[in-house]
């Protein structure tokens, strides 16, 4: 039998079988894939040297359901579309995705694309690391789950396995409390790749701050994270914060240094090298010296 050039598959069961057997490329909304490979004639297949395994029909992949436990599980495949349509999105993922691409980009384009496209720009991707998102994929092994950072180590890099599919996204959903800080840098409001993607989100619940999460897309080779300032912060009050802050003597305090410490942004088609230094420099005050403190002494509008 000769090699397909592109599959449909009937099930999740099947499709895991073609990409094991076939080294199948998975494709959802295509929105990457076609960019990548514009020099091709047209869209008719061949698109790859190797099989184009569709899956953005797959029921297992595009259902958003809640777990019970006040995580939301959004299928890789769900279009961005109806995740923005749900009402349990979080604020902060809806904000990344309302300025992702333009509508009709958002008709087909995919969290699992978003993801397996590993760009350190990417925006939803961003605000997923704020989020602490955790990541399903399915095997013929079978399945696990990955915290977002780990799966993703460098431009268009994943650990993503040569047999395995993303099948799913869980991110905690909002609750009393819950604050998004959602910033992007583009060329124009709509298809504008960020110069700069800025995410954070936690909650502030009778004076303390809980779940801090802070992720920096386009100013490093993955998107801009530390889990150990997050866990630093974790539990503040006004006071605790404000001493904690003080550790540092730089401009917007500690957790500004050691977060401006971690990017390394480059100049390209899209920025400048120093032009991203200062909108993260700008916008890691506006949080950390603005926002937090105003959150945390209760004068939040
Ligand atoms: C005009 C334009 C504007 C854009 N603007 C933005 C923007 O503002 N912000 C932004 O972040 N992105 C932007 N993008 C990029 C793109 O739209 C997004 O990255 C989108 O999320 C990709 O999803 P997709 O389903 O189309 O991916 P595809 O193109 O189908 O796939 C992308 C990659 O992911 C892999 N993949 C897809 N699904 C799976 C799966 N389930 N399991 C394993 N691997 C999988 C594919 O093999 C491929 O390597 C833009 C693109 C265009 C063309």
């Not at 020099?39 to 029909?57: C, I, K, N, Q, S």
């Not at 595009?62 to 349990?88: F, M």
Request: hydrophobic share 40%; glycine share 10%; proline share 6%.
């Amino acid at each position: 039998m000769s090699t397909p050039a592109w599959i449909r598959p009937a099930t999740l069961k099947e499709a895991l079988t073609m990409r094991r057997d076939y080294n199948a490329r998975p494709l959802a909304g295509a929105t990457d894939i076609y960019v990548r490979h514009r020099a091709a004639t047209g869209t008719l297949p061949p698109l790859e040297d190797r099989p184009v395994l569709y899956v953005g029909h797959l029921p297992e992949l595009t259902s958003i359901s809640e777990d019970g436990k006040g995580w939301l599980r959004i299928g890789a495949a769900t279009v961005y579309t109806d995740i923005l349509e749900h009402p349990d999105t979080p604020l902060l993922l809806r904000r990344a995705i309302e300025e992702l691409a333009a509508p009709a980009l958002r008709n087909a384009g995919t969290l699992g694309g978003n993801i397996g496209n590993a760009s350190p720009a990417a925006d939803a991707v961003c605000a997923l690391y704020a989020l602490h998102a955790e990541v399903d994929l399915a095997g013929h092994a079978g399945e696990r789950r990955v915290p977002i950072a780990q799966l993703i180590t460098g431009p268009g890099k994943t650990t993503v396995g040569a047999d395995e599919l993303i099948t799913a996204v869980s991110v905690p959903m909002d609750r009393p409390g819950s604050f998004h800080y959602y910033r992007k840098a583009g060329t124009r409001r709509a298809n504008a790749l960020s110069k700069i993607a800025f995410c954070a989100g936690g909650t502030v619940l009778e004076g303390r701050l809980t779940g801090l999460g802070v992720a920096v897309g386009a100013v490093g080779p993955t998107i801009v994270h530390s889990r150990d300032l997050e866990v630093r912060a974790e539990g503040s009050d006004l006071a605790r914060y404000r001493k904690l802050q003080q550790e540092e003597s730089a401009p917007g305090g500690f957790l500004t240094a050691r977060y401006m410490a971690l990017i390394s942004p480059i100049s390209d088609q899209r920025s400048t090298d120093a032009y991203r230094r200062r909108v993260t420099e700008n916008l890691l005050r506006d949080l950390f010296e603005r926002t937090i403190p105003t959150l945390l002494s209760g004068k939040a509008g």
